[in-house]
């Protein structure tokens, strides 16, 4: 069964820093991965989706990054503003399914 | 163009009453997701419908739990004898295809239901 982890839980940090929050997953056999940002009160939006044949996707300040055979994904975001304050979730689908399984998230907090 | 609607937005219901809760997906967007987000969790999937077909509900949690999409557009996800542990986000989603490429998937802002 997949299973699916996000480190931290938590992070704070101050405008303008750059960070990279973490993803892991147990079972390879991936077909995509995704980022997802969570306002609070509010539903997902999607930030990228890397395909298992690739390795890293870009959008503006956020990079993701896939390393398939470790079971490994990090989204890079530079210049961190106040703006980005969000919860973010990774998700894999499996090969064979549609549906996602979920990380539990990173609570991201960036101070002014 | 206009998202996922979710309604209603939030649900108050009584410990043993019947929830039906919609989703209006993306005009044209063959895939739709229901999950299951508790508090300070990452969502659960539920169920899955390929247009009008249901082709995955191995995540509902109990035969309490069911979900339709008549005519391959708008969806409803029925909870029968709500019980304390169904309060959480509900949440719908549908994507473009179904089919090789993972299409992104766009997300409604979700039911919050409370039972009591």
């Known amino acids: 069964k997949q299973e699916v982890t996000q480190i931290p839980a938590a992070l704070s940090v101050p405008e303008g820093e750059n960070l990279v929050l973490n993803c892991s997953f147990t079972d390879s056999a991936i077909y995509n991965l995704q980022w997802f940002r969570q306002d609070p009160g509010k539903g997902l939006t999607s930030l990228l989706l890397i395909q298992s044949s690739q390795r890293e996707q870009t959008s503006g300040r956020l990079n993701a990054s896939l390393d398939k055979s470790s079971g490994r994904s990090t989204l890079y975001i530079a210049a961190s503003q106040p703006g980005d304050s969000a919860t973010y979730l990774c998700a894999v689908r499996d090969t064979g399914f549609q549906k996602l399984v979920f990380g539990t998230g990173t609570r991201l907090l960036v101070s002014p | 163009g206009a998202g996922v609607s979710q309604s209603p937005r939030y649900k108050v219901a009584k410990r043993g009453q019947d929830v039906a809760l919609r989703c209006d997906p993306i005009s044209g967007h063959v895939s739709l997701f229901w999950y299951q987000q508790a508090l300070g969790q990452g969502p659960e999937f539920l169920t899955y419908?390929?247009?009008?077909?249901?082709?995955?509900k191995s995540g509902l949690p109990s035969d309490r739990f069911f979900a339709e999409r008549p005519e391959g557009s708008v969806s409803t996800l029925k909870i029968q004898r709500t019980q304390q542990e169904d309060s959480a986000v509900y949440l719908c989603?549908?994507?473009?295809?179904?089919?090789?490429?993972?299409?992104?998937?766009?997300f409604g802002n979700g039911t919050r239901l409370t039972v009591t």
């Open positions: 419908f390929q247009n009008e077909a249901q082709l995955d």
């Open positions: 989603a549908s994507s473009l295809a179904s089919g090789e490429l993972g299409s992104p998937l766009h």
